[in-house]
């Protein structure tokens, strides 16, 4: 499964912490989209589909959710909620976010610009994908 946690750099201070996501530093691709999903009512899950190109790294920054990330034969679920830790999701890998707690905010840095024919929505669609 092309799927592993990435730490980010972590600088630690009394007044507060910082990380840093770059491609120097961490992130494996040329970030060319950044995008949060915020106030996700109790219950709801986010994602559902794949990506035919673009690789992404997704951050829980604040809060809390589960990401499970679907191969087509085997599926994983990872718990988010560091924020100095980014899930890299790399193309072809089905993917659904659910169980975000109160407040959770997440980030996902994108190696693509959006493209609506990037996406394959349908779980039906991504199976016969991934049996070519």
Request: aromatic share 10%; glycine share 10%.
């Amino acid at each position: 499964m092309d799927t592993n946690l990435i730490d980010l750099p972590k600088i630690t201070d009394p007044r507060g912490n910082l990380t840093v996501a770059e491609c120097a530093g961490g992130v494996p691709f040329p970030i060319k989209r950044v995008y949060w999903v915020y106030d996700v009512p109790g219950g709801e899950s986010r994602g559902g589909h794949a990506h035919r190109r673009c690789e992404e790294i997704i951050i829980a920054v604040s809060g809390s959710f589960d990401v499970t990330i679907d191969d087509g034969t085997h599926s994983r679920t990872y718990h988010l909620n560091h924020p100095y830790q980014g899930l890299y999701v790399s193309t072809g890998m089905w993917r659904t976010l659910n169980d975000f707690s109160s407040g959770a905010v997440c980030l996902v840095l994108a190696s693509e610009p959006f493209e609506e024919e990037d996406y394959i929505r349908e779980y039906d669609t991504f199976i016969a994908e991934k049996s070519r």
